[in-house]
């Protein structure tokens, strides 16, 4: 195939400088001796560290310039070469070339793993960003492929030839055959991750290697499915994994990899209307976040987590805005984050949990949302959601025909017509709650709507009180439903005029007093201290010396 000459990574390496030799021999020998505390340091220090120096703005050497380094050592030549696209995907816009050639040597990579006999032992941190990084670059292609604006026709037609090179299908079977070669989901299923948790993902006498592709390829899946707006088939992909067991998840040590896990289930549970799980596990995460982040400060991935922190509480807002029930489920430190991040004036729709923990997060925005305003809706789930991408590759022979906006727009519009569907009932549920009891003509007459609408409406508000939420076992997408009301109500007819009247019975959750109690008494206790603190003495002036 003819590719372009100017890809950045063909530049001339006749020169390697001497601590990057260095470094290619030093972690050869380390990978060779199975040491996992010095593999770790050289892959999380030593490389960023001189990617920083050396490679700022271009590629590491080809694998070529280091083969004898290393006794032109198949295996290590294509852990080597893994290394060097990702630096390459992270410093430069990869070509058409680079992308095939990356997804090449994935296949050799895992190819190797999957039918050799691999003894060798890798940190898990590497493993997992393996598995991310494969699945970045197979979102990348397909994004890039739907770019056709600004292709020549030479590009288009090799595109064309390139209908093999990262194909969804190719990369779930590669997910799927890891998964089934490791055994994992035997191993989940016999103690749900004890054993794999309480030795760190490194079982003495074995290698690592198979066993935590497996694991981590089950995250993997749940990504792509939800990527192409397949929700239900990606939560149905983490079993045996349990979500809400975290104490046996391995995932919780390593950060990339947690996030990833309730970013996603978070998400699929939002698109399949599951708000209740979708807050649990957005909770889960936001907390854990909470917890961690101070512990990546100086990580390269500080950004990429307080980025990801920032879309997850978009999230919440539209699960809040969609199931105000979510809002007693949440940590504290959850709320009174939230309370950095929403609005004031919102008293009048939520209670007391909810004005402290939404209060200054998004201005005035929730509120709106609980009136049923789309555009605000429309505006977090831009922001909140992923890069969606389409399973199969465009109509290469009329480029006008679909645009790389394509996917968004189709999940948006599913997101945004759950939103349409009880948009408008929040005005109604705020005329019942001024009522124990009102006839329909009257509810119809304040609505300013007939009474068939009404009766529609009022259909509507009751499915949307009940949830589907998980109760128990592995399968993530099993549940039962359960009311998330704050109010419930019935049509009954009155005896004595024959008119038939909604009668509203009070299902509000009771709040916690205690904790209400508590936080409003330290806060008193506070504000008493500093009443009562002695004043500051003013420092004397200085008298002058004469």
Same mark, same amino acid.
């Given at each position: 195939?003819?590719?372009?000459?100017?890809?950045?990574?063909?530049?001339?390496?006749?020169?390697?400088?001497?601590?990057?030799?260095?470094?290619?021999?030093?972690?050869?020998?380390?990978?060779?001796?199975?040491?996992?505390?010095?593999?770790?340091?050289?892959?999380? /220090?030593?490389?960023?560290?001189?990617?920083?120096?050396?490679?700022?703005?271009?590629? !590491?050497?080809?694998?070529?310039?280091?083969?004898?380094?290393?006794?032109?050592?198949?295996?290590?030549?294509?852990?080597?070469?893994?290394?060097?696209?990702?630096?390459?995907?992270?410093?430069?816009?990869?070509?058409?070339?680079?992308?095939?050639?990356?997804?090449?040597?994935?296949?050799?990579?895992?190819?190797?793993?999957?039918?050799?006999?691999?003894?060798?032992?890798?940190?898990?941190?590497? &493993? !997992?960003?393996?598995?991310?990084?494969?699945l970045?670059?197979?979102?990348?292609?397909?994004?890039?492929?739907?770019?056709?604006?600004?292709?020549?026709?030479?590009?288009?037609?090799?595109?064309?030839?390139?209908?093999? /090179?990262?194909?969804?299908?190719?990369?779930?079977?590669?997910?799927?055959? &890891?998964?089934?070669?490791?055994?994992?989901?035997?191993?989940?299923?016999?103690?749900?991750?004890?054993? &794999?948790?309480a030795?760190?993902?490194?079982?003495?006498?074995?290698?690592?290697?198979?066993?935590?592709?497996?694991?981590?390829?089950? /995250?993997?899946?749940?990504?792509?499915?939800c990527?192409?707006?397949?929700?239900?088939?990606?939560?149905?992909?983490?079993?045996p994994?349990?979500?809400?067991?975290?104490?046996?998840?391995?995932?919780?040590?390593?950060?990339?990899?947690?996030?990833?896990?309730?970013?996603?289930?978070?998400?699929?549970?939002?698109?399949?209307?599951?708000?209740?799980?979708?807050?649990?596990?957005?909770?889960?995460?936001?907390?854990?976040?909470?917890?961690?982040?101070?512990?990546?400060?100086?990580?390269?991935?500080?950004?990429?987590?307080?980025?990801?922190?920032?879309?997850?509480?978009?999230?919440?807002?539209?699960?809040?805005?969609?199931? +105000?029930?979510?809002?007693?489920?949440?940590?504290?430190?959850?709320?009174?984050?939230?309370?950095?991040?929403?609005?004031?004036?919102?008293?009048?729709?939520?209670?007391?949990? /909810?004005?402290?923990?939404?209060?200054?997060?998004?201005?005035?925005?929730?509120?709106?949302m609980?009136?049923?305003?789309?555009?605000?809706?429309?505006?977090?789930?831009?922001?909140?959601?992923?890069?969606?991408?389409?399973?199969?590759?465009?109509?290469?022979?009329?480029?006008?025909?679909?645009? +790389?906006?394509?996917?968004?727009?189709?999940q948006?519009?599913?997101?945004?017509?759950?939103?349409?569907?009880?948009?408008?009932? +929040?005005?109604?549920?705020?005329?019942?709650?001024?009522?124990?009891?009102?006839?329909?003509?009257?509810?119809?007459?304040?609505?300013?709507?007939?009474?068939?609408?009404?009766?529609?409406a009022?259909?509507?508000?009751?499915?949307?009180?009940?949830c589907?939420? !998980?109760?128990?076992?592995?399968?993530?997408?099993s549940?039962?439903?359960?009311?998330?009301?704050?109010?419930?109500?019935?049509?009954?007819v009155?005896?004595?005029?024959?008119?038939?009247?909604?009668m509203?019975?009070?299902?509000?959750?009771?709040?916690?007093?205690?904790?209400?109690?508590?936080?409003?008494?330290?806060?008193?206790?506070?504000?008493?201290?500093?009443?009562?603190?002695?004043?500051?003495?003013?420092?004397? +002036?200085?008298?002058?010396?004469?």
């Open positions: 195939m003819a590719f372009r000459d100017y890809d950045p990574y063909e530049r001339d390496y006749g020169i390697v400088p001497d601590i990057v030799k260095q470094f290619v021999v030093y972690l050869y020998r380390h990978i060779r001796e199975r040491n996992i505390p010095e593999i770790e340091s050289m892959y999380e /220090v030593s490389f960023p560290k001189l990617s920083d120096r050396y490679f700022k703005q271009g590629p !590491w050497p080809p694998v070529d310039a280091i083969s004898d380094l290393v006794d032109q050592d198949h295996v290590f030549c294509l852990l080597y070469k893994e290394l060097y696209f990702r630096h390459l995907y992270a410093k430069t816009q990869p070509s058409l070339r680079a992308r095939c050639e990356s997804w090449d040597n994935y296949c050799d990579l895992f190819g190797v793993i999957l039918h050799g006999n691999v003894n060798m032992l890798l940190p898990n941190s590497w &493993l !997992w960003a393996m598995v991310d990084e494969f970045y670059q197979f979102q990348s292609f397909a994004q890039y492929r739907t770019k056709l604006a600004g292709k020549s026709a030479e590009e288009i037609e090799l595109l064309k030839k390139c209908d093999k /090179v990262w194909n969804i299908l190719d990369v779930l079977n590669v997910l799927q055959a &890891l998964i089934d070669k490791s055994d994992i989901v035997a191993e989940l299923s016999r103690d749900g991750g004890a054993e &794999l948790a030795h760190d993902g490194y079982i003495p006498g074995q290698s690592n290697v198979l066993r935590m592709l497996g694991y981590f390829s089950l /995250v993997g899946q749940l990504r792509v499915h990527l192409i707006g397949d929700y239900s088939t990606g939560l149905q992909s983490l079993f994994l349990n979500l809400f067991e975290r104490g046996k998840l391995y995932t919780q040590l390593l950060s990339g990899c947690h996030i990833t896990l309730f970013y996603y289930s978070s998400f699929a549970y939002l698109m399949l209307q599951r708000y209740t799980d979708a807050g649990r596990c957005l909770n889960a995460i936001l907390s854990y976040i909470h917890r961690v982040k101070q512990l990546h400060a100086r990580n390269a991935a500080y950004d990429q987590i307080l980025k990801k922190n920032e879309q997850m509480y978009a999230l919440l807002a539209l699960v809040v805005g969609l199931c +105000p029930a979510v809002q007693s489920t949440l940590d504290e430190h959850v709320l009174v984050a939230l309370k950095d991040k929403f609005g004031e004036k919102l008293q009048a729709t939520l209670g007391e949990r /909810v004005l402290v923990a939404l209060k200054d997060k998004f201005g005035e925005k929730l509120q709106r609980f009136r049923g305003d789309e555009g605000l809706f429309d505006e977090a789930f831009m922001y909140g959601c992923p890069k969606f991408i389409t399973a199969a590759p465009p109509a290469y022979d009329n480029p006008s025909a679909a645009g +790389p906006q394509e996917a968004y727009l189709r948006r519009s599913l997101f945004l017509r759950q939103v349409g569907g009880v948009s408008r009932l +929040p005005l109604l549920k705020q005329y019942l709650l001024l009522y124990s009891s009102i006839s329909l003509p009257k509810l119809a007459g304040l609505l300013e709507t007939d009474e068939a609408t009404l009766r529609t009022l259909a509507c508000l009751k499915k949307s009180n009940y589907l939420q !998980w109760d128990g076992g592995r399968d993530m997408t549940g039962s439903f359960t009311s998330t009301a704050d109010i419930d109500f019935y049509i009954d009155d005896t004595a005029t024959g008119a038939e009247l909604v509203l019975s009070d299902n509000i959750t009771t709040r916690h007093q205690a904790e209400l109690l508590s936080r409003h008494i330290v806060k008193f206790e506070a504000i008493v201290r500093d009443l009562e603190a002695p004043p500051v003495a003013a420092a004397a +002036p200085a008298q002058a010396a004469y």
